[in-house]
């Protein structure tokens, strides 16, 4: 296991659900990110956060909202989604971003369904 | 736009022989390299890197070959076996300090025959 945890691990929604995806990492790094992987595609950066300040917003719809309430923790929360949000949401962490040779590290991802 | 891609979608490859995995890239600029692998239900895990200032870089079973005058970055794992089957795709890191971005290739299937 790589020190990243995601729950939960599967998740299927309505459009008018309001769910959150949670993010925990046990490598004492200072940096997390959103990740969104869909078939065939590369995968997309979302949100990134340094020292529980988030750093980078990659032109995400605003019902994607992430929180970090410290720098093990990370939460994304989601509102009023479409189907085509569906995918699978990856965290990842690292130890800081101010590194070229920083290497991130990857949860298990939500496999995330919107009906 | 720029971007890095992989040539082959689905490798084959008969188990015990080496399998070589390639990759493009189109900004020069680039300073590191990352090599990941991700089996089905999993997350990327971190296989191998290399920095710009290197050509070549080694571990266990894996090798990573860094072409920087066409671009071209290639993973070539040794003796493959059945617990190598899975998506590999590669990433650049580019940026500055505190803007660090990865870029990740679409990725290739390695599928290994027993």
């Known amino acids: 296991e790589t020190g990243v945890t995601q729950t939960p691990r599967h998740l299927v929604m309505g459009m008018t659900n309001k769910k959150s995806l949670k993010c925990e990492q046990h490598l004492g790094h200072n940096a997390m990110y959103w990740y969104k992987q869909s078939a065939k595609k590369p995968l997309e950066l979302m949100f990134v956060y340094s020292l529980e300040e988030r750093v980078e917003n990659n032109s995400v719809p605003s019902r994607f909202s992430p929180e970090c309430p410290n720098s093990s923790h990370l939460f994304l929360h989601l509102h009023t989604l479409q189907p085509e949000d569906s995918a699978l949401y990856l965290c990842a962490s690292s130890e800081e971003t101010t590194s070229v040779t920083d290497t991130q590290y990857f949860g298990p991802g939500t496999r995330l369904t919107v009906l | 736009g720029e971007s890095v891609g992989l040539h082959l979608p689905t490798l084959s490859v008969q188990e015990g022989d080496n399998s070589i995995i390639n990759c493009a890239y189109s900004?020069?600029?680039?300073?590191?390299f990352i090599w990941y692998k991700q089996e089905s239900g999993k997350g990327p895990q971190f296989i191998i890197d290399i920095r710009s200032n290197m050509d070549k870089r080694q571990g266990q079973r894996v090798t990573v070959l860094l072409n920087k005058t066409v671009k071209h970055l290639s993973l070539q794992i040794a003796a493959t076996q059945p617990g190598d089957s899975a998506v590999y795709f590669c990433?650049?890191?580019?940026?500055?300090?505190?803007?660090?971005?990865?870029?990740f290739g679409t990725g290739t299937r390695l599928k290994v025959l027993a």
């Open positions: 990433a650049e890191n580019r940026g500055t300090s505190g803007t660090y971005k990865y870029i």
């Open positions: 900004n020069s600029a680039s300073d590191y």
